[in-house]
């Protein structure tokens, strides 16, 4: 099943909000529909995950549909509160991210930074059995 929200529905969705809320500014509507456009995508694992400044290092393995070159560095990208996290039908936040998952971003770069509008965890690397944590199976 792919996770993927096209971007046509996500601004005819954001339009419609904005237009039942009543904010039907055409400035609004220009920064709404110039952010989803603007949408990069790319997929990876994650190498390292720092909750409290809303970050996440990714190392890519593709990079829109293309498989990303071997000279692409890790990355870091940054989440806010709009950022959406999922596995499936779950919302996560992102501490429940670990490093190993697998994931696909979509997000927009502005003056060299990276900010992850949709995260979608692909898959998880399970738990090992630790003498600190005796209930991972």
Do not use: C, W
Request: proline share 7%; no cysteine; glycine share 6%.
């Amino acid at each position: 099943m792919n996770n993927r929200r096209p971007a046509s529905r996500i601004l005819r969705f954001l339009v419609a909000a904005v237009l039942l809320l009543g904010i039907g500014s055409a400035s609004v509507l220009a920064q709404v529909a110039g952010s989803i456009a603007n949408l990069q995508q790319a997929s990876g694992k994650i190498l390292s995950i720092d909750v409290p400044r809303s970050t996440f290092q990714l190392e890519f393995s593709a990079i829109g549909r293309q498989p990303a070159p071997s000279s692409v560095k890790p990355t870091t990208f940054m989440t806010d509160e709009q950022t959406t996290i999922s596995k499936g039908s779950q919302h996560l936040e992102l501490g429940s991210l670990k490093p190993g998952d697998q994931v696909q971003v979509e997000y927009v770069s502005h003056e060299g930074e990276n900010l992850a509008r949709f995260i979608s965890v692909q898959s998880v690397i399970p738990q090992q059995k630790s003498p600190q944590n005796p209930s991972v199976r």
